[in-house]
């Protein structure tokens, strides 16, 4: 809402009279002095002009939102060349000129056209001139003037923002800051009043106020609660004239929310909870639920339980559920309805993030007392024990009591109970249990060799209500009888030298026993009672389970002894005594002087230090003989074979590879096919010649297939004419085979079946340019007639 006063029409009045009254100065900023030309003379004798203007007016000013009827006057331009004849002319132009602001050319008068606003434009810089009408020419230079817009009070004040959001801490003492509102008044502040802004607050006491000033908002109330009110609605005003009658104003809203704090302890709704589980839980069955309640909010709000010393502190446990803030009971140990029937808990709820500013509100926690009954189940039978360890000779007889193992129906009935071998874990049935008293007793030998430990399974069940069962493992050790001989670790066959002295040591040999005595192995070595005394070895024990075969004569023959066997008798110190006798082979062998072994009966042993050199020596010749015969026979094979008359099998040309030498006649069928005379179109085409190898191969020419003949003598009389006088025919004698055509060769024909139609004898004297391959055929072609004939 807009307030108008009188004010603007006082100063308007006051303004108009004192441009009216004022008397112009010579040296005053708010007019020009008139003209005067003063002349100044230079040493060039040149005239120097001084322009002194003498324009004649004051600073205009103007007020704002003029709302009269006739146009708003500004004031008058006026210079001292006018006369008052009318002959000069005023003229307007700048800011608005024309269109805001007229000026009547004759007078000078300026007038304000339209409602002007400070607000959009404070000030307008204009220039006037003053022409002569006559002549056109401007009698006073321009010059430059300004009109002023005065402020009204015509702008109410206006807030940043329609909506402020703000919020503050519950529980906050009075004069807390919560948040600081502006308001902008768009008139001038330079200006009398109508720029200053008060604040005040319309809505929101007594909880709120405002500083006037500033426009801080503070709370006015202490100890504001969240828990009762959350939100709070505050309008704020801003008026100007500093708050007095008539001033404008603008108003604003402020949602204020109470944040929370942890000011409230949590509380249970009910101070008794009653449970019940039965004896059969499971370990961390979940009973039940329990919450206390915490106005505050997030963090603040989070609770936590426990259980307090007391009784049923190890038999339960509580656990904190952060999703709901719930406490759920659990079980911790296995229930037992004939020991305990009902248990009482105290659970505590307390803060898991208290306040230190209001711990002195009291204890930020809670407590409340748990009742949980156990139910009675018939259960299982209880073993006496959680496993049963069994040890065992493994000589027991079969049939014999080993152990026995016992259970108990743990309910007031106390049902009877048998028991039974879990055969999965007895798949040889070794053992077996009385149904009755439990009694484990064996079916079979026992072998601690071969399985030292055996693991069963024993159950026992309810007669009157066989899902009832337990099961209980029996881990059954089997201890060791001595019921096993020593015997050698391992095969011993040694040799000793011929020229072996006494005393030498030629073998170590160490003994093995399945059994496992508690006090360890102890062996003894001794020569058999039949053979007490060697004369060629002896037996030396060395007292650590080995013992060390001695030669004890000088020199050993292969010609009258080439093998020697030595019983040992081994045995051990246990109970009851075990022996065996093992047997050493000992060879007489042929040595160098450092003992290595050569020979043994005239073959090479292989001992553990590989062969002897001479053994490898031979192995090497052997190798190299049968390298060298390979070799020969390769050669061999290669010299013999020879190159083939006939390259493909299709190449039925009879050819005479060696000159004054007769084919086979007619009977020779292996240089020809008589089927391809039958079948002309059964040829093949680019056949090689296969008599000789030439060192070129000649293209041998194409000729025109003469299908359309059936009858062959008919086709070998044409095939023979067209050879005849063909200059292109192949430069050795041949049987040509007519159904079938080779290639055309490069080379002249030096065939003799070409002559029989020749007019004059050929020149051959040309064949001893061919080298050495051609001799045969220069001498035969190229001598004189009578060598011919």
Known sequence: ?????????????????????????????????????????????????????????????????????????????????????????YILTGDGAGSLFVIDENTGDIHAAKKLDREEKSLYILRAKAIDRKTGRQVEPESEFIIKIHDINDNEPKFTKDLYTASVPEMSGVGTSVIQVTATDAD??????????????????????????????????????????????????????GGQMGGLSGTTTVNITLTDVNNNPPRFPQSTYQFSSPESAPLGTHLGRIKANDPDLGENAEVEYSIAEGEGADMFDVITDKDTQEGIITVKQNLDFEKKMLYTLRVDASNTHPDPRFLHLGPFKDTAVIKISVEDTDEPPVFSRHSYLIEVDEDVKEGSIIGQVTAYDPDAMNNLIKYSVDRNTDLDRIFSIHSENGSIFTLKPLDRESSPWHNITITATEINNPKQSSHIPVFIRILDINDHAPEFAMYYETFVCENAKPGQLIQTVSVMDKDDPPRGHKFFFEPVPEFPLNPNFTIVDNKDNTAGIMTRKDGYSRNKMSTYLLPILIFDNDYPIQSSTGTLTIRVCACDNQGNMQSCNAEALVLSAGLSTGALIAILLCVLILLILVVLFAALKRQRKKEPLIISKDDVRDNIVTYNDEGGGEEDTQAFDIGTLRNPEAREDSKLRRDVMPETIFQIRRTVPLWENIDVQDFIHRRLKENDSDPSAPPYDSLATYAYEGNDSIADSLSSLESLTADCNQDYDYLSDWGPRFKKLADMYGGDESDRD
């Open 188 to 241: 001038d502040a330079n200006y009398g009043n109508s720029a200053k802004v008060v604040y005040s607050i319309l809505q929101g006491q007594p909880y709120f106020s405002v500083d006037p000033e500033s426009g801080i908002i503070k709370t006015a109330l202490p100890d504001m609660s969240r828990e009762n009110r959350e939100q709070y609605q505050v309008v704020i005003q801003a008026k100007d004239m």
């Open 1 to 89: 809402m807009r307030t108008y006063h009188c004010l603007p029409l006082f100063i308007w009045t006051y303004i108009l009279h004192t441009v009216d009254t004022i008397p112009l100065q010579e040296n005053g900023s708010s007019y020009l002095p008139s003209q005067r030309i003063v002349s100044l003379t230079k040493d060039d004798g040149k005239m120097l002009r001084r322009t002194k203007r003498g324009w004649m007016w004051n600073q205009f000013f103007l007020l704002e939102e003029y709302t009269g009827t006739d146009t708003q006057y500004v004031g008058k331009l006026h210079t001292d060349q006018d006369k008052g004849d009318g002959n000069l002319k």
